[in-house]
Structure formats: structure tokens, C-alpha cells
């Protein structure tokens, strides 16, 4: 089974800056099969990016995904009031089948 | 619009069971893969179950496998999780999911409901 670990567990940022998150899976992941969501408190999660770098429809392009094999990052290139939230890698499309989901990262107002 | 509304959770004891339904609007339900999804309560998603479109392929964790079981009805557009032998880790929101990709399985999750809270405890 593949590990997700996010890095770091928090990040305090002011809104306008840049937040960089990070992804690492504990084997390769097959095709960029990695997405990231986010979640606000007492809301479902939100599909933010598919296939390591596509952003879903309607996503704001200040987020932004790239990486590939073990390593992911997710940026918001400027941070808006509404972006302060908990942020979850996923996998899928593993052998055998499993999706696994990261531990999060919250971003929170500095 | 596609909507996912889940039922069915509530208190329970250990050892008991629940049958969780999600109802399913706005989209041809009967062409997507669906999804279970729990998150304990101020902790991460854990990934639960998932069913191809059809009902063929059916996929557990570990930390569910025997004990709960996934099902769907395309006539009535729902989607099922029945859970027994129920642990107090079992405690969590239950969300259902939506793949995003049609008739393909373990893809991201486009659409959530808005979840429903199972208690297990004494």
C-alpha cells in the first residue's frame, strides 16, 4: 500500500503570499495518479487537482500542481481569505486497487 | 446540479450495525463509480469502499474488509454501506462520492455529500 505523508502539518502564511505544499508517497505513483483537495471546516472536500497538475473545473488558477514518482507539491500562488483551509493528497489508480489519502496540511492565517 | 445526500447514520453500540444510503441527483448515476469515505472526527479522510458503475468490481480497506459491504441500485439512483461488527473506530462522518471519470473506478472524487455522523459507543 502506498504511503502519503504531507509536509508541513501547518503552514502560517498572510493572504498575498505564496503557500507550498508537500506531497510524499512511499513508492512511486503510477501516471501522476495524484490529486489534492480541500476542505473547509464542516464542509465536504473540494477536487482541486487531478493527474498531478490539472486543475478541476472551476479552480482558480493561483492553485497549481506538479511533481511526479514519489515526490508532489501543491502551490497557491497568492493566497486569498477564502484559500485558509485543510489540504489532502490522494492516490489512485494503484495495483491492487486502493485509494489512499495524506495526512493533510492546514493553512492557517498568520 | 448533482447532488449526493447521504442517511442513515446515528448512535450504535459496539458490535452493532447501520445501513448508511446515499440518494443521487443531476447526473446519470448509473454511469459512475461510486465511493465511501470516513473522516474521525478532527482527523483525515480515510478511503472506506468503492463499486464500478455496474456493480463488477467492488474494493475495501483493510480496515473494513468483512465487515462492511458496499452496494448500489441504479434504479433508485442510490448507493448503499451497510456496516456491521461496528468498532468504536468506526466513528466518523461518512461521506459518498462521486468518480470523476464515467464507467471508470478509482478515480478522483468530483462530487461529495455533505456527510452523515456515525457514533459507535456504549
Known amino acids: 500500500e502506498i504511503v502519503l505523508t504531507q509536509s508541513p502539518g501547518t503552514l502560517s502564511l498572510s493572504p498575498g503570499e505564496r503557500a507550498t505544499l508537500s506531497c510524499r508517497a512511499s513508492?512511486?505513483?503510477?501516471?501522476?495518479?495524484l490529486a489534492w483537495y480541500q476542505q473547509k471546516p464542516g464542509q465536504a472536500p473540494r477536487l482541486l487537482i487531478y493527474?498531478?497538475?490539472s486543475r478541476a473545473t472551476g479552480i482558480p488558477d493561483r492553485f497549481s500542481g506538479s511533481g511526479s514518482g514519489t515526490d508532489f507539491t501543491l502551490t497557491i500562488s497568492r493566497l486569498e481569505p477564502e484559500d485558509f483551509a485543510v489540504y489532502y493528497c490522494?492516490?489512485?489508480?494503484?495495483?491492487?486497487?486502493?485509494?489512499?489519502f495524506g495526512g493533510g496540511t492546514k493553512v492557517e492565517i498568520k | 446540479e448533482v447532488q449526493l445526500v447521504e442517511s442513515g447514520g446515528g448512535l450504535v453500540k459496539p458490535g452493532g450495525s447501520l445501513r448508511l444510503s446515499c440518494a443521487a441527483s443531476?447526473?446519470?448515476?448509473?454511469?459512475?463509480?461510486m465511493n465511501w469515505v470516513r473522516q474521525a472526527p478532527g482527523k483525515g479522510l480515510e478511503w472506506v469502499s468503492s463499486?464500478?458503475?455496474?456493480?463488477?468490481?467492488?474494493y475495501y480497506a483493510d480496515s473494513v474488509k468483512g465487515r462492511f459491504t458496499i452496494s448500489r441500485d441504479n434504479a433508485k439512483n442510490s448507493l448503499y454501506l451497510q456496516m456491521n461488527s461496528l468498532r468504536a473506530e468506526d466513528t466518523a462522518v461518512y461521506y459518498c462520492?462521486?468518480?470523476?471519470?464515467?464507467?471508470?473506478?478509482?478515480?478522483?472524487?468530483?462530487?461529495w455529500g455533505q456527510g452523515t455522523l456515525v457514533t459507535v459507543s456504549s
Open positions: 490522494q492516490q489512485y489508480g494503484s495495483s491492487p486497487p486502493r485509494i489512499t
Open positions: 463499486i464500478s458503475s455496474s456493480s463488477s468490481y467492488i
Open positions: 462520492a462521486r468518480d470523476s471519470v464515467r464507467y471508470q473506478l478509482l478515480y478522483p472524487f468530483d462530487y
Open positions: 493527474g498531478a497538475s
Open positions: 443531476g447526473f446519470t448515476f448509473s454511469s459512475y463509480s
Open positions: 513508492q512511486s505513483v503510477s501516471s501522476s495518479y
